[in-house]
């Protein structure tokens, strides 16, 4: 069992940047890709970034490329993402997640975090 405790959400105005963070504990936590999703009011959760156990591959949504960046501490159980030139778009409620493959983190992952808000206003 991995548990997972997201935070560092909260609210910026657009172009500002924050960093999210979450913790994961549990015997094998180091051993999973981790991962981001979101999910805005009224619309669907949808994939944001994730990164391999050893950091080495890293995947992102398109519609955050270029802008926020994963990167994980393993020493510190603990992933990172880094959100710069944030927009409004950006307003969601973010997840941490956990799973054995990191190229399936972008449909699935076997452990959420509770969640943390991100607002972004215009």
């Known amino acids: 069992q991995v548990q997972l405790v997201e935070s560092g959400g909260g609210l910026v105005q657009a172009g500002g940047s924050l960093r999210l963070s979450c913790a994961a504990s549990?015997?094998?936590?180091?051993?999973?890709?981790m991962g981001w999703f979101r999910q805005a009011p009224g619309k669907e959760r949808e994939f944001v970034a994730a990164?391999?156990?050893?950091?080495?591959?890293?995947y992102y949504a398109d519609s955050v490329k270029g802008r926020f960046t994963i990167s994980r501490d393993n020493a510190k159980n603990t992933v990172y993402l880094q959100m710069n030139s944030l927009k409004p778009e950006d307003t969601a409620v973010y997840y941490c997640?956990?799973?054995?493959?990191?190229?399936?983190?972008?449909?699935?992952?076997?452990?959420w975090g509770q969640g943390t808000q991100v607002t972004v206003s215009s």
């Open positions: 997640t956990a799973g054995p493959s990191v190229a399936r983190m972008k449909y699935e992952a076997n452990y």
């Open positions: 549990g015997r094998t936590s180091s051993s999973y890709a």
């Open positions: 990164i391999s156990v050893g950091g080495a591959i890293t």
